[in-house]
């Protein structure tokens, strides 16, 4: 805790939250966390762009009827459009992501975790970067429902 409260002047300069984890390592712990909620979030958002496209629903208009709403997020509002439009162009690397994703899935391990959903968003991240989007972004996770 020394550290951090030595460090704090610095730590609000950089970033608008800073928050005391715990020991060292817990902050790195942390990251894993939202990585990990956010990997399986990309996911997500685009299996449901996917089934709205589908069903000749407007994605484009979908996040702000779902504003407010429990599935409502950040994400889910940037990217759902951009999904919908297939634009690919790069805010986060899918690479990046994978590798996020697989630290996350070796923390998990390391302590005798099973996550699912973490390991098939990993699975699927894996199989596009093979195919070579990796420098796309996330928003190339609909590249998985092309045959």
């Known amino acids: 805790m020394k550290d951090f409260d030595e460090t704090k002047p610095i730590m609000t300069t950089l970033g608008s939250n800073d928050s005391y984890m715990g020991p060292s390592g817990a902050g790195q712990v942390t990251k894993a966390v939202n ?12 299996e449901a762009t996917q089934l709205a496209l589908s069903q000749c629903v407007d ?40 590798k996020d994703l697989n630290g996350a899935m070796e923390l998990a391990c390391t302590n005798g975790l099973t996550m699912p959903c973490l ?23 609909m590249r998985q429902f092309e045959s």
Do not use: C, H, W, Y
Not at 80 to 93: I, V
Not at 119 to 141: C, F, I, N, Q
């Open 35 to 46: 990585q990990v909620l956010a990997g399986i979030a990309f996911k997500a958002i685009a």
């Open 119 to 141: 390991k098939t968003a990993t699975s699927v991240l894996e199989s596009l970067t093979a195919r070579g989007p990796g420098a796309e972004d996330k928003a190339a996770l």
């Open 59 to 98: 994605a484009q208009k979908t996040p702000a009827a779902l504003s407010g709403e429990r599935a409502d997020s950040v994400l889910m509002q940037e990217f759902m459009g951009k999904m919908a439009r297939r634009d690919f162009s790069p805010t986060g690397r899918l690479g990046n992501m994978l």
